[in-house]
């Protein structure tokens, strides 16, 4: 029969035009490095949960969702089109032509927006959430270049919050009574960034120009529930950034803590933006964010008209990263002691780096085949096979020569590896062997020819 893969005790066949999934993939994807108490990125995912949850504890928390999801979960119900980008080989691993490792958090939007209301797109039926908002967290997959803040699994929050839309007015204040209810809580979250982000500095987008509101929300509903998605996510940000300032010591103490929002597209969201940070000199991006579009509410069940709410995706790693003060994004996969001792559940703690140990670099340098051919060849092919050969003894793999041959019109290319282990000295009989099975796999699966 057809070769099948198991994953997560579920068996798959896989689909010879479709199936790129690596050994080294379907090994991380039992980690879940977000669930240990101690680990950087699980003491980020509590300390941000708490965070949200203690404006009106309004947030059910989804951590233990399988990696593996459908495509028409993690594309199709969020409206991406056929052609997008993200659907490429190249970008996602694929188990066959229906299941994929999702590419975000945003996979699971649909099931979640179902449970608020007792309806579940699948089969397992699940009890109605009392709560009208929920965070999942989940590592998340991407084929990407290799370098000391890329790495292929990482780690995303997702954030929603849904509004039931009422007809019935409030008699105070004579709007309706959903409106009411977003002014409350959005009066609530105000009322907390005033007293302890005093030194947030929000620089807005307001503009609709090219990122147009939905139809079938009031301007006022939009104005509202926008509001209510930056400040929650201004809160989020703030909580997160000022205590690194704190911790920093007195010198950063009560500096301005500057963001900005930017208007962005999002498939499933309208309007959108992101939000960016100014740190250390330079804007980072952490989320993306927008009004939901109704079609996905739809889609899980809800009721034309019925409903208004918004989502957000916020990036794990990188802010683990700055705040731990972790070097190469690796060490959160290591498994040395020296490591893990170093962290607490609800602390940040600064990582002490236990030793450096000295990398080699190596060079590849090979032709393309034929032209026909070799467009079928991307650089995340590359990527992978020296992943799958040197695991997390690589640092980085760079382009750093091309050129094409005046008469044949060949084209050439070289990479340089970087090898070096977080964890201990590489021989250089292990990194020869290693490059060799680089060089082999290359010619194997590319028919390029090594120069
Ligand atoms: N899933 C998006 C990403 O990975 C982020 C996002 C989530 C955007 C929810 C809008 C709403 O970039």
Redesign the pocket.
Same mark, same amino acid.
């Given at each position: 029969g057809k070769p099948q893969l198991k994953i997560n005790g579920v068996v798959y066949d896989t689909h010879s035009d479709f199936t790129n999934v690596s050994s080294t993939i379907l090994n991380l994807s039992d980690r879940s490095l977000h669930l240990e108490p101690a680990h950087p990125i699980g003491v980020l995912r509590k300390q941000i949960e708490d965070k949200l949850n203690s404006t009106s504890n309004s947030y059910q928390y989804y951590n233990d969702f399988r990696p593996v999801v459908t495509v028409e979960e993690n594309f199709d119900s969020?409206g991406f089109p056929a052609d997008h980008p993200g659907r490429s080989k190249s970008d996602t691993y694929y188990v066959n032509d229906k299941y994929l490792f999702r !590419?975000? !958090? #945003?996979a699971h939007?649909l099931e979640c927006f179902g449970n608020i209301q007792g309806f579940s797109p699948r089969t397992e039926k699940r009890a109605p959430t009392e709560k009208p908002g929920f965070l999942i967290t989940a590592d998340?997959y991407r084929r990407d270049e290799i370098d000391r803040t890329h790495y292929p699994v990482f780690h995303?929050m997702? %954030?929603?919050r849904v509004w039931k839309r009422s007809s019935e007015k409030s008699s105070e204040s004579h709007e309706p009574l959903h409106i009411q209810k977003i002014r409350d809580d959005l009066c609530k979250l105000e009322k907390q960034l005033r007293e302890e982000s005093s030194n947030l500095v929000v620089e807005d987008d307001k503009s609709l120009e090219s990122n147009p509101k939905q139809d079938y929300m009031s301007d006022l509903e939009v104005d509202l529930c926008s509001q209510h998605l930056k400040r929650t996510i201004e809160l989020l940000v703030a909580q997160v950034f000022n205590k690194k300032l704190q911790s920093m010591g007195s010198e950063d103490q009560g500096a301005q803590l500057q963001v900005r929002w930017i208007k +962005?597209y999002?498939p499933? !969201?309208a309007p #959108?933006w992101?939000i960016e940070v100014f740190w250390k000199g330079e804007w980072l991006e952490l989320? @993306?964010?927008?009004l939901?579009r109704e079609q996905v509410l739809l889609n899980a069940g809800y009721e034309k008209d019925s409903t208004v709410g918004? +989502?957000? @995706?916020? %990036?794990l790693d990188r802010i683990a990263m700055l705040l731990f003060e972790i070097p190469d994004i690796r060490l959160f996969w290591t498994q040395d002691e020296r490591f893990h001792s170093q962290f607490h559940e609800g602390q940040i703690t600064r990582f002490q780096p236990y030793s450096k140990y000295p990398g080699t670099t190596r060079d590849v340098a090979f032709w393309l085949p034929e032209q026909k051919e070799s467009s079928l060849i991307h650089e995340n092919d590359i990527m992978e096979i020296v992943r799958e050969e040197a695991g997390d003894m690589v640092e980085s793999v760079k382009l750093i020569d091309q050129f094409t041959h005046p008469n044949s019109n060949k084209k050439s290319l070289c990479y340089r590896i970087n090898y070096q282990s977080m964890d201990r000295n590489l021989t250089n009989e292990e990194i020869n062997k290693i490059q060799e099975n680089v060089r082999s796999q290359l010619v194997q699966n590319y028919k390029v020819s090594l120069r």
């Open positions: 969020l !590419t975000h !958090t #945003s939007e998340v995303q997702e %954030g929603a +962005a999002f499933w !969201t #959108s992101e989320c @993306g964010c927008g939901v918004w +989502a957000f @995706g916020l %990036g």
